[in-house]
């Protein structure tokens, strides 16, 4: 048998003759492939002393079962044996009697192609073996070994995009790949038939379902990409396929495609041997954040082009117009909308991250989020590979661990502010302080102290020690790994890396993974608290002063301006003191080697740490600063103020830019505000007065309070109900709407003038004296002697 290197596409299990065997598809540099894992055993495990009652009720119900011993136990120090099934229904029925009869099982929520590739510490890419036999399209290979391997596919990629009535009746489907560009079109073949695209013409519905089947047969891509492809397109197609009795058979092999929805009513389709990725939910897991997730405005922010058509109700119009009397014009149309996603895929290198995730995880390429299935999937074989098996979720009597360390602020505006930041600080302090879920049971079980024989001390009565764990050596490995492709510029992968390792924490502390414990959160967040208090001591020992802190971060007054060079030696200085210092108490007082790391991040020329609106006392994680780098450009960087966040109109934003940047400048602001004021009640900032708010509810549960976006979006839907288009906002969304004197309005069906003095006392006062009391001056003084004017 030839060995071959190969990445994980999808997986399935399927039921043969009474026993479960496992289909992978993966991609390798000879094409496509099946991999048939036949006859794997689901396996379970459950306390030693139920053995009896599960030999006597496998015997009962004759379930085909398997009782054997192992020598593994859980947290609680005892000893299991393992439960095997040849099926999943034979393996459900067993779950199902043991919880009736209070009988534990352990790990019994774990599916067998995960539990298969976990144990074999399979992530994404594998090498393989089997015996092959050559279809048309790709190779199967029966009998077929995996096990770990170092290999990166070349995916081959198409973005697809559907054009459909207000019904859902299809119209066409763009497709975009480096192989080939079409739209599938409904239509008579135009006599002049001059397009600057390739237009496939079928006569109708069922003809454009069947020729879709067809392309994907011939051009075979592994990965599918769209905007809203999951929950739209894909969901309509096979809709629409299901109408016409026609199999939509797009997978590889032969296969059926189908949507399925999960407990918590999400969407997933599966297409045995291809992927299907929305770019939304990608992005969102790769930590981007925009202040629409429309394809308009994200293809508007990262490639300066978007969409033909903008408006939800124009473009609907638009498109069934060009549907009757311009089909090419919507072919252009359907197809720029599958560029836009390419090109968006590209530029911010989505399949590469994903990859390199899968790679380091074995999480399947098109998961979205997946921390806790990330962790288990690492930590659960080294587990047992110690001697346990994992506990269960606990459904109850769970206690929350302390969030990360705040420090109350020190309101004011500042010149010369040095942010001074932990490097990964919750990671630093699991690799520092060997903190690990297998730890604490082992720590447990030792007296406290600081030798080596003796526990690390936790917080909440937790301890850990000092050689059996396993998480601070993933980390540190994850660690080296950043560096390296930090270094290599490597930054899909590094960015990958730095997500799952910043997740950890967040696992641990989350009562929805198996491995929550208070003790292992609080060992970290506590800690964190107590590094933060004392170098906040260890710097104002220096005679200078903390005026906040948040996680990780410390912001330091310097008393005075300070130049970039000085700012610089000072801050250098710091960071030698506060490390030099962490590394010898760590080494006398705990016996341990020090991975903390401050840095020196920033030095901000100018600094606004505002009060609580309304209030004396400083606020929390909202600030501004003035930034001036090497080429003297400034920059002003604003956290949780009105710029930073998508629920303030742009009017606020950009009068809280100017403003500031004045004030940071130390330039007066009065002509500013008075022409902004008079200009706003002019109408000429009439654009930029619009909210943008997220419906987070059905409008149907918003019965007692009921936010203005939520009037501008029912009175929406009234005006879209007696106008016969389909309602917006029913179930979430987004709606833009304006302040009028009627009270809000949507944008799309303004018609009352904008109450201007609405925007003048909820946009622009607040931001103006969130800094001008700083300067002795109110936005009242300097606007109220106006009024007089009018």
Known sequence: MQIQNGFLLTHHTREINGSSHLEFWIATDNGPARLLVPEQKHCYFSPIAFKSSLSSLIEQHKINAIIRDVELKTFKDETVCAIYTPTLKTANQLSAICLQ??????????????????????????????????????????????????????????????????????????????TDSRVIMIGDTPTNNSSEIVIEWVNNEKQLLQSLINWFQVYDPDIIIGWNVIDFDFQLLLKRAKWHQLPFIIGRGNQTGYCRTSSNQKNYVSIPGRVVIDGISALKTATYYFRSWSLENISQELLGEGKIIHNVHDRMAEINDMFLHNKVQLAIYNLQDCRLVSNIFTKTHLLDFLIQRSKLTGLEIDRVGGSVAAFTNLYLPKLHRS???????????????????????????????????????????????????????????????????????????????????????????????????????????????????NSFYGVLGSSGCRFFDTRLASSITMRGHEIMKKTRQLIEDQGYTVIYGDTDSTFVSLHQKATQEDADAIGKKLVKLINQWWQTHLASDYNLESCLEIEYETHYKRFLMPTIRGADIGSKKRYAGLKVNSDNESTIIFKGLESARTDWTELSQHFQYRLYEL??????????????????????????????????????????????????????????????????????????????????????????????????????????DAILPFIGKSFDDIWKPQLGLF
């Open 101 to 178: 009869q209070n009988i534990t099982l352990y790990e019994n929520d774990v599916r067998l192609p995960e539990r298969y590739l976990m144990e074999r510490f399979i992530g994404g890419s594998m090498t393989f073996k089997g015996q092959p036999v050559r279809k048309t399209t790709y190779t199967e290979f029966h009998n077929a070994q995996c096990r770990s391997a170092e290999y990166t596919p070349q995916l081959s990629v198409v973005s697809l995009d559907i054009e459909c009535s207000e019904k859902g009746i299809l119209y066409s489907v763009g497709l975009h790949s480096k």
């Open 387 to 501: 001697g346990y098996v994992a506990p269960n979720l606990q459904t109850e009597s769970w206690v929350a661990s302390p969030g990360g360390y705040v420090m109350d602020s020190l309101p004011g505006l500042y010149d010369s502010v040095l942010v001074l930041d932990f490097k990964s600080l919750y990671p630093s302090i699991i690799r520092t302080f060997l903190i690990d879920p297998l730890g604490l049971i082992e720590g447990l079980k030792l007296p406290t102290g600081n030798k080596n024989d003796e526990a690390v001390p936790g917080f909440r009565g937790g301890q850990f020690h000092r050689t059996r764990h396993h998480l601070p050596q993933m980390i540190d490995d994850l660690w080296k790994a950043r560096d390296i492709a930090k270094k290599n510029d490597e930054k899909a992968f590094s960015q990958a890396i730095k997500i799952i390792m």
């Open 663 to 768: 004030i940071f400048n130390h330039q007066a602001p009065e002509e500013y505000i008075e022409t902004l004021v008079n200009e706003t009640l002019s109408g000429k900032h009439d654009n930029e007065l619009v909210y943008r708010k997220r419906l987070r509810r059905k409008l149907s549960d918003y019965q007692k309070n009921v936010p203005p976006q939520v009037r501008a979006a029912r009175l929406a839907d009234d005006i879209n109900q007696r106008l016969g288009r389909p309602l917006q906002y029913q179930n979430k969304g987004v709606i833009e709407y304006v302040i009028t004197l009627s009270g809000p309005e949507p944008l799309e069906y303004q018609k009352s003038p904008i109450d201007y003095d609405h925007y003048i006392e909820k946009q622009l006062k607040p931001v103006a």
